[in-house]
């Protein structure tokens, strides 16, 4: 009885992924945020179902309505061919995911380590600031004559363009947040001993985590826009492929669900981001309700 009641203490202290995830879902279930997100994409399809298919407004006339959409969406034989019953339409996702992935990781593997080093050494910085900031407004379409040239294939010319994109954004983020460390907290590793590799370690990459997922969360972002301007150059399959090819062809319903799947899909990729940044920095949770925040 007594080893019971010690077993249901310990989960009560160390409570599990799931449960953590059940307690925070209640919480935001007790708010009006998941009620006004609904609210918000329910008044977004009215408001467009009355645009194109009640009013049928100006510049709206010819765009096909939420209706339309879904019925094509939603049905088994599609008139148009793409429809979550067919196996293109989870094609040109899984690559365009695919994608993202690879785009994202290489783009968070060079740009977090990039940002770090440029934030902690001012000559690093000098060295490397400038040419980040000459190649940082060249628009993305203008690389692809030279992405096409400098890899093969359909793969290797979107990966590049996407991480590039990515790249900036989550470089720039990463040295604003070792810029936003406090002073007194390098004083402070300073008068304790500590060497610089330690100071490194657990003030500057900690301090700058806030800021890096903030970028993380940006960034992918980011890298949907290019990979889909991308796919529309140099691709053979994915949504921007999809996009541009409906529109090539004349046939605006399989554009629409194109678009809308990148919207959703886009916001479930930076949900992903944000709850992976949430569990890395539970101690900034923890340290902001000690302050009330």
């Given amino acids: 009885m007594a080893e019971t009641e010690t077993v249901a203490a310990d989960h009560q202290r160390n409570p599990t992924g799931f449960q953590v995830f059940v307690v925070r879902l209640r919480r935001n279930l007790r708010t009006t945020t998941p009620y006004f997100a609904v609210l918000g994409i329910v008044l977004w399809l009215v408001v467009w179902w009355l645009l194109c298919e009640v009013l049928k407004a100006p510049r709206f006339e010819k765009m096909p309505g939420p209706v339309m959409v879904l019925k ?45 080093l440029m934030g902690w050494s001012k000559r690093f910085r000098e060295y490397t600031f400038p040419i980040l900031e000459t190649l940082r407004p060249i628009p993305i379409l203008a690389w692809v004559p030279l992405a096409i040239l400098m890899f093969r294939g359909f793969e290797g010319p979107v990966i590049f363009l996407a991480t590039l994109a990515s790249l900036y954004v989550t470089t720039l983020n990463t040295l604003l947040g070792v810029d936003s460390i406090d002073e007194s907290y390098f004083r402070a590793a300073g008068c304790l001993g500590s060497k610089p590799h330690h100071v490194f370690l657990h003030v500057v990459i900690p301090g700058a985590l806030p800021f890096i997922f903030t970028g993380l969360q940006i960034s992918v972002g980011v890298a949907w826009f290019s990979l889909v301007a991308a796919e529309m150059v140099s691709g053979d399959y994915g949504l921007g492929y999809l996009i541009i090819d409906a529109y090539m062809n004349n046939v605006t319903i399989p554009m629409v669900i194109g678009m809308v799947t990148l919207g959703f899909v886009g916001w479930g990729t930076s949900v992903i981001v944000r709850v992976v940044g949430s569990r890395m920095m539970q101690w900034r949770t923890r340290a902001l309700a000690l302050e009330n925040r």
Avoid: D, K, M, N
Wanted: hydrophobic share 45%; proline share 7%.
């Fill in 72 to 116: 094509e969406l939603l049905s088994p034989e599609p008139f148009l061919g793409i429809s979550i019953f067919t196996e293109e339409f989870y094609q040109h996702v899984y690559v365009s995911c695919r994608r993202i992935f690879f785009a994202f990781c290489i783009a968070t593997g060079l740009g977090v380590p990039l940002g770090l």
